[in-house]
């Protein structure tokens, strides 16, 4: 249930009161007395206040509206402010009190636009369907047949190891008979024997 704001002149009377009003007003309305650079805003807010440092000597307030001289730019001027031009007060306190049918049209909130999808019918629906399938199979068809790709998977088997070729020793070239000394370390094969004794097995001459 939305209540009713109180009369204007009643509540600019109760706010000056308590202090200072700031009052909103369209200009263009008709009957509005005000500089010429303000008339064609689509808002306006003047101060209007019974404890000025410089006081408001012909302030009048009554049912046809508000006549006072206020300062512009430092200098005074004689405003003509009706009722019907005044939409909202603003009190010192933050108090406000609002009009809505005054609201000049630039101050009324606009909905947001809905968005909707236009509507689809059933036979819209199951056409798209069958565009959807028939394009599903042209592409298989025509499409080159590819390869199945096989994850590499870790094998849990131990690794062969590569067979290993035994590498032939080769004979080791005969010795000749000299007349060397029985100590002397020549190479010989393990089956020969010099001087009475065998050569170690781990004695070899590679060439």
Known sequence: MSVEPPPKKEQLQKLLE???????????????????????????????????????????IDDRGVRCTLSFNRSPFFCDLPWTAVYAMVAEDG??????????????????????????SRSTRGRSADAAESTTETSDSTAA?????IAAVPSTRAPRLAPVTPIKPTPAPAVEESDSPADDPSPSTPGDRKGGRERPAWLRVVK
């Open 95 to 120: 108090q406000v009190t609002v009009w809505p049918t005054e609201l000049p049209p630039e101050l009324v909130p606009q909905p947001a636009p809905v968005r909707r999808a236009p509507p689809t």
């Open 145 to 149: 047949p590819q390869r199945p790709r």
């Open 18 to 60: 308590r202090g200072n009003v700031f009052l909103h007003l369209d200009p263009r309305v008709e009957g509005v007395v005000v500089p010429t650079w303000h008339a064609q805003k689509p808002q306006l807010v003047l101060q209007l206040g019974l404890h000025f440092a410089v006081p408001i000597p012909d302030l009048k």
